[in-house]
């Protein structure tokens, strides 16, 4: 199993802003993932973070939208950039690649 | 894409009634997990299934990967007020590349009428 501590836990910020979401892992680990679940809905694969390397965008998710930073094995950051209300959602960060473990969350509203 | 249907999408039981629940796909996956996601939490792992028929068990929860690899269904036992909560399937597909993503389910909402 993991620990995985994501900060912040929650924020309302105003549309045009930026806000960047970290997360900690207790352990190193190669993958992290990061998801978006919008209100009521499923989670989505937002991009797979390795250390080293650019990360891996899925099919509707853009570098320039979502930037992500990976400097080490326990840490990851996930930027919303410009955003506006339709990114009001929670942003979860995970490790592992089948039997995942996720963060607490950061639950995004934009006004 | 694929595709992951649970049925039905909320319930509302009394406490100490059985629940079933089901997660279908329109494609095979070869690994069928299953998620509790609790308010203000991230999801948490319940049960892991690897192989087409296999039954799992973890205290009062049972799955089962289905035999045709296109479902799986979780019932829990004599529910109790800690079982509230959103339960997401989840399936994932292994390819000569390596495993693909976890693909959820659209989640089943549990509550627990007092």
């Known amino acids: ?111 | 894409g694929q595709q992951l249907n649970q049925s039905p999408q909320s319930m509302f039981i009394q406490e100490g009634e059985d629940v079933s629940m089901n997660c279908t796909s329109s494609s095979i996956f070869n690994t069928w997990l299953w998620y509790k996601q609790d308010p203000g939490e991230g999801p948490v792992l319940l049960i892991a299934l690897y192989k087409a028929g296999e039954l799992t068990s973890n205290g009062r929860l049972t799955a089962q990967f289905g035999i045709t690899r296109k479902d799986s269904f979780l019932n829990i036992s004599a529910s109790i007020p800690s079982d509230v909560g959103i339960y997401f399937c989840a399936g994932q597909l292994w390819s000569n590349f390596g495993n693909e993503k976890l693909t959820f389910g659209t989640g089943t909402r549990l509550t627990i009428i007092p």
């Open chain 1, 1 to 111: 199993s993991a620990v995985i501590s994501q900060k912040p836990s929650r924020d309302i910020c105003q549309r045009g802003t930026s806000l960047t979401i970290q997360c900690q892992v207790d352990s190193q680990v190669t993958m992290m993932f990061w998801y978006r679940q919008q209100p009521g809905q499923s989670l989505t694969l937002i991009a797979t973070a390795n250390q080293g390397s650019e990360a891996t965008y899925e099919s509707g998710f853009v570098i320039d939208k979502f930037p992500i930073s990976r400097p080490n094995l326990t840490f990851s950051t996930l930027t919303v950039s410009n955003m506006s209300p339709e990114d009001s959602s929670i942003y979860l960060c995970s490790v592992g690649y089948t039997e995942a473990f996720f963060g607490q969350g950061t639950r995004l509203t934009v006004v």
